[in-house]
Every structure is written in C-alpha cells, then in structure tokens.
C-alpha cells in the first residue's frame, strides 16, 4: 500500500525497545516538524484554499499527536529530550535539484512529507507488531491510520498540482533513493533510523 521499496527488519524494535526514550523524543520532535512543514506550505501556497484547509488540519493533527506523544512520555516518568538533527530528512531533501519553479518547488515539498510519512506508518507497524508491551503496541497501532492518512493527502496533492505521470517517475526516483539510505539504517534508536 504505502510503496516502499524497502521494508524495516524486525532488530529495528530492538534496538528502539532498548532506547524508547530516545525513541519517544524522535518521534515528539517529528511531529512538531510535521506541524510546522505543513505551516510553511500554507504560509508559502496560501492562494491554494484546498490546499491550505488540507494543511490546516494535518498542522492540528501533527500537533496532537505531539502533545499524546509527550504525555505517553510524562505518563511514563520520562522527560522530553532535546531535539537532534534529523539526517533522514536532510538526505531526502537532497535528492531533488534545488528550483525557483513554484510548482516543482511544491511538488518536491509534498514527495517529501508523503515518504516521511509513509515510512513512519511502516515504522509504527513493525514496532507495534513486534513489541510485548500491549499499551505502547496499541499507543502506535492507533497512529498509524493518521499517517497512511497524510502520506495519501500529500501524494494525491502532488499528483494534482502536476502531471501524474510526471510526479510518479518523481515518486518513484525518490522512493528507490530512500530504500538505498534505508539499507544502511535500523541502529539507532530513533523513528527514522
């Protein structure tokens, strides 16, 4: 469904298990990034009403999921860590060449944020479905239909603001880019690592 060309092996949910904190953190601090990656597109494409009313309510629902993010966390005595770096989203930005084209501008924005989201769905799944803790299993189980959700939003944009087949050969150079970093990933604890 999600057309990933590479799948997370199950020593990921290890490696997480045994960093949940640093997990956890990851992910609070993807959310906000989420958050405010949709913001930006409605600050920078605010004459597209439909894409703005979509954007306005994923920047909400990111932000939700923020906040249950940090509350399973304080719930469980942990504090928020400090933010990283997120190299998983760097090296998806440099795939595509940078352009002072609008479209192609956003049509490189919404490729990205669908395969970030894709690829946490895939990640929520895996942990979910390999870990014995049934209130965390359950905690990412319920995620992951919200970010099918946007993954889904953010293609179908793409694909309307520009040719079809255009935006998949894009999609598709894009996701074989993503499983070549992927192969070499699944050692840190950490969403996209």
């Keep these: 469904m999600l057309?990933?060309?590479?799948?997370?092996?199950?020593?990921?949910?290890e490696v997480a298990k045994s960093?949940?904190?640093?997990?956890l953190t990851d992910h609070a601090f993807a959310e906000q990034k989420a958050a405010s990656n949709a913001v930006s597109i409605i600050i920078n494409y605010s004459e597209e009403t439909e894409l703005v009313q979509a954007m306005s309510e994923i920047a909400i629902e990111e932000m939700e999921h923020f906040k249950m993010?940090?509350?399973?966390?304080?719930?469980?005595?942990?504090?928020?860590?400090?933010?990283?770096?997120?190299?998983?989203?760097?090296?998806?930005?440099?795939y595509f060449p940078k352009t002072n084209d609008r479209t192609d501008a956003l049509i490189?924005?919404?490729?990205?944020?669908?395969?970030?989201?894709?690829?946490?769905?895939?990640?929520?799944?895996?942990?979910?479905?390999?870990?014995?803790?049934?209130?965390?299993?359950?905690?990412y189980r319920d995620l992951m239909a919200s970010e099918a959700n946007h993954y889904t939003v953010f293609l179908g944009f793409a694909r309307k603001y520009q040719d079809r087949k255009i935006v998949d050969q894009k999609w598709d150079g894009l996701l074989a880019y993503e499983a070549e970093f992927m192969r070499n990933r699944g050692t840190t604890a950490r969403v996209h690592g």
């Excluded at 057309?3 to 949910?13: A, N």
């Excluded at 960093?19 to 997990?23: F, I, S």
């Design 19 to 23: 960093g949940l904190k640093q997990v």
């Design 108 to 139: 490189q924005r919404l490729l990205i944020a669908a395969l970030i989201e894709a690829r946490s769905c895939e990640r929520f799944k895996v942990f979910s479905e390999n870990i014995e803790d049934q209130e965390l299993a359950r905690f």
């Design 69 to 94: 993010v940090h509350d399973f966390m304080v719930a469980r005595g942990m504090v928020l860590g400090r933010e990283q770096k997120n190299d998983y989203a760097k090296h998806l930005h440099s």
């Design 3 to 13: 057309g990933l060309k590479f799948e997370t092996e199950t020593s990921w949910v």
